[in-house]
């Protein structure tokens, strides 16, 4: 089992402070920074200083990095022309060294594309459009020198594209993550390196991962190739009063994170991510809210980390 810190900068953060907590993630052993593609705060806070662009940070922690994976749980479908993206993401995997992973969704979030005039289709076209981008972005990062890429479908069109500029990584990883029931699994058979099933219980998790395991087996690939992986909110304390004051800060109750999340002290937490290994997961995303909070990724790095590494 490998921990890596999951944030959600549009409820309020600027690009220091992902850069420092990017930074105390490297230091302290963590896998992976990955953070959320949004660009308008959820719930009751006002989001300021406002949002921060997913690739653009990447970007810059690229070059202010120097080991830590760098990724997105996950880029939503709607934001970018695959074409586009293909060439942010290859940029990016050069700019970090061949550090870049991909997490790629459909979108879901209609406030967000409200709020900044972006086009939100009914969710039969979302997906469609998804699986889409999947083939296209794929494509262009697997595309081999000297050899162009092509792909028509119903809603992109590309023709003898050059596919640059090319990747360090040969593939970039590509996450795939969701509850469908579907075409949520046979998309993730056909085009992840990782499934990512986030938020969910231990019985979820069992019975998605079941579901993308058939899937495979349908497609005729070895599931034993994907990363099977879970993200839940992290709040640990060395003790009960400071997991309160950590829920507390996040505006969360204590027996509802222990319940959905990954709350309590480290020991718990332990046992928590123990019952996620039982059934098949090998990496967990840390949701840390709190950005602010460096002690709190530190703790979990000395705490947790040392106990679940060899799950």
């Known amino acids: 089992m490998d921990l890596r810190v999951f944030t959600e900068p549009q409820q309020g953060a600027t690009y220091d402070d992902l850069l420092a907590i990017a930074r105390t993630a490297e230091a302290a052993g963590y896998d992976a920074f990955f953070r959320s593609d949004h660009f308008l705060a959820m719930g009751d806070g006002d989001g300021l200083p406002g949002p921060t662009d997913a690739w653009t940070t990447l970007a810059g922690l690229a070059r202010e990095t120097r080991t830590i994976r760098l990724g997105t749980l996950v880029t939503s479908a709607t934001f970018r022309h695959p074409g586009v993206l293909a060439v942010q993401v290859?940029?990016?995997?050069?700019?970090?060294?061949?550090?870049?992973e991909l997490g790629l969704g459909s979108g879901w979030y209609e406030a967000e594309h409200r709020a900044y005039g972006i086009p939100f289709p009914d969710v039969r076209e979302r997906f469609d459009r998804y699986a889409e981008q999947l083939a296209v972005v794929t494509g262009l990062l697997g595309t081999s020198a000297g050899e162009t890429?092509?792909?028509?479908g119903d809603h992109y069109e590309l023709s003898d594209s050059p596919a640059l500029p090319r990747?360090?990584?040969?593939?970039?990883?590509?996450v795939v993550g969701g509850?469908?029931?579907?075409?949520?699994?046979?998309?993730a058979a056909r085009y992840a390196s990782e499934f990512n099933l986030p938020f969910g219980s231990v019985e979820d998790v069992?019975?998605?991962f079941?579901?993308?395991?058939?899937?495979?087996?349908?497609?005729?690939?070895?599931?034993?190739?994907?990363?099977?992986?879970s993200a839940l909110v992290v709040c640990v304390g060395r003790d009960d009063a400071e997991v309160a004051r950590r829920a507390a800060a996040i505006g969360r109750d204590?027996?509802?994170l222990r319940a959905n999340g990954l709350a309590g002290t480290p020991d718990e937490v332990v046992e928590k991510i123990g019952r996620y290994s039982a059934v098949g997961s090998q990496r967990t995303y840390c949701q840390f809210l709190d950005?602010?909070?460096l002690d709190h990724v530190e703790l979990v790095a000395e705490r947790v980390m040392p106990q679940v590494t060899a799950l």
């Open 90 to 100: 290859a940029q990016v995997d050069q700019m970090s060294g061949g550090r870049v």
């Open 149 to 152: 890429f092509s792909f028509t």
């Open 167 to 174: 990747p360090v990584q040969q593939p970039v990883p590509v």
């Open 179 to 187: 509850g469908g029931k579907r075409r949520t699994p046979a998309l």
């Open 206 to 208: 069992r019975t998605q």
């Open 210 to 229: 079941g579901r993308v395991r058939a899937a495979c087996e349908q497609a005729g690939r070895d599931a034993r190739e994907l990363t099977w992986s």
């Open 254 to 256: 204590v027996e509802e």
């Open 291 to 293: 950005l602010g909070d």
